[in-house]
C-alpha cells in the first residue's frame, strides 16, 4: 500500500548546527507535501511546504527540497535552537480520487545548548 | 493558537462501548480532516468532510464514521471500540478541500480503551 517513510527517527544535534530529514513517498499521484512540528500535548503545526511543480522552498532557517523523480523530500534546518527541539513530520497529500494524506512515522529533534 | 477546538480533551471507555468526537472549524473553515495518532507515531488519516459530504477516507473500518454539520463543526463517533482504538484523535480544519489547503489542528482528543 501507500506509504512515506521518514529517516532518522531520532537526530540530535547541538545548538547551531543543521539538521536534516528525510521522506520518501510511494504514491505518484502526490502532489503537496508539508511539513509538520509536534510540540507536547498540542496538535502538529505546519512550518513549511512544497508543491509538485516546485523543486526547492525556503523560509528563513527552514527550507525543503523535493525530487518527484525519485519521489524523495527533505527538510534542512540550519542554524539550530533550543526551541526547534519537537517531533517533526513529513507528509504526503493528494486530492485525485477524493482527499487523502499520509503522514511519515516522525523524527524526534533534540538540539543541546 | 489554531481556532480548532475539540471535546472533550480526554476519554476513557471500555471495549465494545461507542464514543462521539467533537470538533469546531476554525472560523470560515469549510473542510474538517480527522486522524488518529498512536503513541510514538504519525497521524493517521481517517477520513475528510467538505460541505457535509465525505470527500476522502483512509484505511478505517465502516464502524468509524463522522458527520460535519451546517456550521462545518464535526464529529467523530467510533463504534465497538477495541483496545487499539487507544489513541489521540485530531481534527483539522482547512479553507477549501485540496491537498494544497493548509490544514490547522487542534490539540486533540485522548481516548483510552480498557
Known amino acids: 500500500g501507500e506509504n512515506v517513510e521518514q529517516h532518522p527517527s531520532t537526530l540530535s544535534v547541538q545548538e547551531g548546527d543543521s539538521a536534516v530529514i528525510k521522506c520518501t513517498y510511494s504514491?505518484?499521484?502526490?502532489?503537496?507535501f508539508p511539513w509538520y512540528k509536534q510540540e507536547l500535548g498540542k496538535g502538529p503545526q505546519l512550518i513549511i511546504d512544497i508543491r509538485s511543480n516546485v523543486g526547492e522552498k525556503k523560509d528563513q532557517r527552514i527550507a525543503v527540497t523535493l525530487n518527484k523523480t525519485a519521489k524523495h523530500f527533505s527538510l534542512h534546518i540550519t542554524e539550530t535552537q533550543p526551541e526547534d527541539s519537537a517531533v517533526y513530520f513529513c507528509?504526503?497529500?493528494?486530492?485525485?480520487?477524493?482527499?487523502?494524506?499520509?503522514f511519515g512515522a516522525g523524527t524526534r529533534l533534540f538540539v543541546k545548548a | 493558537e489554531t481556532g480548532v477546538t475539540q471535546s472533550p480533551t480526554h476519554l476513557i471507555k471500555t471495549r465494545g462501548q461507542q464514543v462521539t468526537l467533537r470538533c469546531s472549524s476554525q472560523?470560515?473553515?469549510?473542510?474538517v480532516s480527522w486522524y488518529q495518532q498512536a503513541l510514538g507515531q504519525g497521524p493517521q488519516f481517517i477520513f475528510q468532510?467538505?460541505?457535509?459530504?465525505?470527500?476522502g477516507r483512509g484505511n478505517f473500518p465502516p464502524r468509524f464514521s463522522g458527520l460535519q454539520f451546517p456550521n462545518y463543526s464535526s464529529e467523530l463517533n467510533v463504534n465497538a471500540l477495541e483496545l487499539d482504538d487507544s489513541a489521540l484523535y485530531l481534527c483539522?480544519?482547512?479553507?477549501?478541500?485540496?491537498?494544497?489547503?493548509?490544514?490547522?489542528f487542534g490539540a486533540g482528543t485522548r481516548l483510552s480503551v480498557l
Open positions: 468532510y467538505y460541505r457535509e459530504e465525505e470527500n
Open positions: 472560523s470560515g473553515h469549510n473542510t
Open positions: 507528509a504526503a497529500s493528494r486530492d485525485t480520487g477524493g482527499f487523502k494524506t499520509i
Open positions: 483539522a480544519s482547512s479553507l477549501v478541500h485540496t491537498a494544497e489547503s493548509i490544514q490547522y
Open positions: 504514491d505518484s499521484a502526490s502532489n503537496y
